[in-house]
């Protein structure tokens, strides 16, 4: 999970209207061009990934050759959508989205491409182009996308069962935010700011924000 306690408050609404215009998510094995994992938040791309991937490797390529280089992170525009890029030994990530990403998403792409290379560095070279290995660890990886890139933001979140978290420490509008998590199994971060819209989106916002980097709410990877 990312530590939130560093983030201005003022950010949080930032990221969550982000997150709300990312559409998919490759990672591209970087020699061979091949996506070994991909996710549509929205069914809006409709090219294949395989040709998707292959035109955008060959763009980093051209730009590698330019400044002798992998470059660390880039963009470019592909059909309507801003396409941020993070390249890390071996791997790429791609994310497509409506608008351009926050700073605190871009530096999260980054983590998750270094992790990528480390977790799956024994097939970074000589690949026999096999999926299985990524298909295996699909909920590892979602899962760690799902925090890093906060898309949690777009499912449902429940309440821990950590015995040892104080309940009292919470603030009452923490309370209260936990007592609706808990009556609602779909209850994601848009259903709360509708059930709480007499507060301040900002104010909403950064309880949950709070409440998620505390353990106190448990968030998912998928709907």
Sequence with gaps: MNDLTNFPSDRFRDIYQTVF?????????????????????ENTIPFNSSMITGILEAISAIGQEMIGRPTGFKKLVFNGFVVSGSYFNGFTIYVFSETDLQKEIEKGMQKIVSWFSTAFRSIKENWDGSLDIFKINKSIIENKIS???????????????????EKENLSI????????????ESCTSARLLDNFKQFDEEEILNEIFGLVDKGYLVTSSHD
Aim: aromatic share 10%; with cysteine; glycine share 4%.
């Design 173 to 184: 509008f923490g309370k209260s935010i936990l007592e609706c998590v808990g009556k609602n």
């Design 147 to 165: 925090q890093t890139l906060f898309l949690w933001l777009l499912y449902p979140l429940q309440t821990s069962k950590n015995q040892q978290l």
């Design 21 to 41: 215009m990312i559409q998919k998510i490759l990672i591209v094995h970087h020699e061979t061009s091949l996506p070994v994992y991909e996710k549509d938040v």
